[in-house]
């Protein structure tokens, strides 16, 4: 699955196109510690997070995460979408809880 399909699937908005939406998503993760995601990131994860600071992207760009989901309508702006579009990682809002989210990513053959 691409992240344009991720997108459509969670209800999603792109807000870096069109950074990263040809990439693949090869699993998926759950976390706002910052520490723990490094440890478990893996190259191609979506990561769902309520986090929209400078932090996340580099998390992000050196696991080689295809992207970072935002649930609940959170918004990212200035800098670190900045720099997430310089990187090629998407970063997706979702209206959707990231229980919501992980759900529909899992009935889609997603795995963790």
């Given at each position: ?26 699993c ?59 990187e ?25």
């Amino acid at each position: 699955m691409t992240v344009a399909d991720l997108t459509t699937l969670i209800e999603g908005s792109l807000l870096t196109p069109p950074a990263g939406e040809a990439r693949d998503v090869s699993c998926g993760y759950t976390c706002d510690l910052l520490s723990w995601v490094m440890a478990h990131g893996k190259p191609g994860m979506a990561w769902i997070t309520v986090q929209t600071h400078l932090n996340v992207i580099a998390v992000a760009s050196l696991a080689e995460m295809s992207c970072i989901i935002l649930p609940e309508g959170i918004q990212m702006e200035g800098p670190p979408l900045d720099k997430a579009g310089q990187e090629d990682i998407a970063v997706i809002a979702s209206p959707l809880a990231a229980y919501e989210i992980c759900a529909r990513m899992a009935a889609a053959g997603i795995p963790a």
